[in-house]
């Protein structure tokens, strides 16, 4: 069946850099839309960034625009988050998904999801 794997959650400074990843298998990978999504305590999952299948075209959410940046490797496939300039309010469970198509901002209409890393920023 299909899996989602992420990696690459941890503690880090405000300002600093992490790296996620998720690896996916049994997917059709150029056929999906990729996604990261987050979710802070007590709040409901926010979009963060998508990729399209090609990868020729990415989005973002207002709020991580120009410090995440979002990329995949079709030959691996894998999707990749980096995050710069990392702020106390980007902590959260990080979760990949997939969905078939395109991509869309309400999580429920994704297709497939990784059980989550956490991504924890210090003031």
């Known amino acids: 069946q299909v899996q989602l794997v992420e990696s690459g959650g941890g503690l880090v400074q405000a300002g600093g850099s992490l790296r996620l990843s998720c690896a996916a298998s049994a997917l059709p990978f150029s056929n999906y839309f990729m996604g990261w999504f987050r979710q802070a305590p007590g709040k409901e999952p926010e979009f963060a960034a998508a990729?399209?299948?090609?990868?020729?075209?990415?989005y973002y959410a207002d709020s991580v625009k120009g410090r995440f940046t979002i990329s995949r490797d079709s030959a691996k496939n894998t999707v990749i988050l980096q995050m710069n300039s990392l702020k106390p309010e980007d902590t959260a469970v990080y979760y990949c998904a997939a969905r078939l198509f395109y991509y869309s901002v309400y999580h429920t209409n994704w297709n497939y999801w990784g059980q989550g890393t956490q991504v924890t920023v210090s003031a």
């Open positions: 990729i399209s299948g090609n990868g020729g075209s990415t």
